[in-house]
């Protein structure tokens, strides 16, 4: 399984974008980029996901670079209800591969 | 509401009780899932159900025991549990076990004392 790299925790003020990377260096060809966050004592929410083209929806884009060694997950316009971790996960989407989460990154959107 | 409902969201229970965790979804979802997300951890996939059948029990010990009677309904029951086992317990749907749009509860958050 491809293995993926976020930082551990980030802030960004209300209003402005923010951007969370995540490295997947070993990602392999049929792996798809998913990314889902946990707000404070919640079930994680879906957001997106993306095989190699950039994507955007309601919520936010998905840019992922050519190589697909690394992507960035997008929030325009942050709001102070989108304070929450952010997982990053690299997964096939077969019916044999289950979501497996790591420790995410941890967005602080201050006012 | 995600529209995967599990109840009780709060439960706390002594180590020989035996009590059970309820899931429920309107989706139309044919897999669900059981997770569990201890303190300052990662969430763990605990048992995977598609079309009702069991699928994957990540090696978790028989004191949790699941129960998938329809499509819509999961169960965890619980007994003799230890202190360790104070968690989160998050449940999830999704279609055909696409790892896209799973839906999940928002827990029920466990102690056990």
């Known amino acids: 399984d491809a293995k993926t790299t976020q930082p551990t925790s980030m802030d960004c003020a209300e209003g402005r974008a923010a951007n969370l990377p995540c490295n997947h260096s070993?990602?392999?060809?049929?792996?798809?980029v998913y990314w889902y966050r946990q707000i404070h004592s919640q079930g994680p929410q879906y957001i997106i996901h993306?095989?190699?083209n950039n994507e955007t929806n309601e919520m936010a884009s998905l840019i992922i670079t050519e190589d697909r060694k690394s992507s960035t997950l997008i929030l325009p316009h942050a709001t102070l209800r989108d304070t929450a971790v952010y997982y990053c996960i690299v997964r096939t989407i077969y019916n044999t591969d289950k979501l497996i989460f790591g420790t995410g990154t941890r967005l602080q959107v201050f006012p | 509401e995600t529209g995967v409902t599990q109840t009780p969201r709060h439960l706390v229970m002594g180590m020989t009780n035996k009590k059970s965790l309820k899931c429920e979804q309107h989706l139309g979802h044919n897999a669900m899932y059981w997770y569990k997300q201890s303190a300052k951890k990662p969430l763990e996939l605990m048992f995977v159900y598609s079309l009702e059948e069991r699928v994957e029990n990540n090696s978790v010990p028989s004191r949790f025991s699941p129960e998938c009677p329809n499509s819509s309904h999961l169960f965890l029951h619980l007994h003799t549990l230890q202190p360790e086992d104070s968690a989160l317990y998050l449940c999830?749907?999704?279609?055909?076990?696409?790892?896209?749009?799973?839906?999940f509860g928002s827990g029920t958050r466990l102690t056990v004392v």
């Open positions: 999830a749907s999704s279609q055909d076990q696409v790892n896209y749009g799973y839906t």
């Open positions: 070993t990602i392999s060809g049929n792996e798809y």
């Open positions: 993306g095989l190699k």
